[in-house]
T-cell receptor, first 107, second 111 residues
Framework: KNEVEQSPQNLTAQEGEFITINCSYS?????LHWLQQHPGGGIVSLFM???GKKKHGRLIATINIQEKHSSLHITASHPRDSAVYIC?????????FGKGTRLHILP | DAGITQSPRHKVTETGTPVTLRCHQT?????MYWYRQDPGHGLRLIHY???????DKGEVSDGYSVSRSKTEDFLLTLESATSSQTSVYFC??????????FGSGTRLTVV
């Protein structure tokens, strides 16, 4: 069984659209991370959340601890946002990664 | 990220040979991790370290060993490389609640 599930697995949208990526989990966590990986590229940490909501530029991340659910939103999406977005759970000293959501923004 | 350097960036090696990958950090972070990334599996933890000479196994540790003799260096060794160890390897560090920083990755091909 998977402790962290992301949806959708793949998402294609037009430039300018509002994007939502979801992450559901089943274990107790100390924090939840959203990461970004461009094709052939490294991994960048976008957010670390333990409660509430965080915003950075056009990116917004929310978490509901009671429902064990987090969302990553991208406003006014742009082709440069095309990447794999990974939800990861902080559990004790380790993190458990989701399999990622592949986002493709069309110009 | 400038705080973590992985070397080499690419390596092709033959089955049965030993291989060592290096992760070097300049942030003085206590925790360091080695992950492998494979299609369909996402990132999986191989080994991690919570201090000098303090290491522990992750979920896919078979065939791998690690060493951390200095805070800044975390080495991953494949004692006898196999084709199943062809992967992209990422090092990461973590300090308190400042989140994780990842290296640029090492692409290893075992032929």
């Amino acid at each position: 069984k998977n402790e962290v599930e992301q949806s959708p697995q793949n998402l294609t949208a037009q430039e300018g659209e509002f994007i939502t990526i979801n992450c559901s989990y089943s274990v107790g966590i100390s924090a939840l991370h959203w990461l970004q990986q461009h094709p052939g590229g490294g991994i960048v940490s976008l957010f670390m959340l333990s409660s509430g909501k965080k915003k950075h530029g056009r990116l917004i991340a929310t978490i509901n601890i009671q429902e064990k659910h987090s969302s990553l939103h991208i406003t006014a999406s742009h082709p440069r946002d095309s990447a794999v977005y990974i939800c990861a759970l902080g559990v004790d000293d380790k993190i458990i990664f989701g399999k990622g959501t592949r986002l493709h923004i069309l110009p | 990220d400038a705080g973590i350097t992985q070397s080499p960036r690419h390596k092709v090696t033959e089955t049965g040979t030993p291989v060592t990958l290096r992760c070097h950090q300049t942030e003085n972070h206590r925790y360091m991790y080695w992950y492998r990334q494979d299609p369909g599996h996402g990132l999986r933890l191989i080994h991690y370290s919570y201090g000098v000479k303090d290491t522990d196994k992750g979920e896919v540790s078979d065939g791998y060993s690690v060493s951390r003799s200095k805070t800044e260096d975390f080495l991953l060794t494949l004692e006898s490389a196999t084709s199943s160890q062809t992967s992209v390897y990422f090092c990461a560090t973590q300090q308190g609640y400042y989140g994780y920083t990842f290296g640029s990755g090492t692409r290893l091909t075992v032929v």
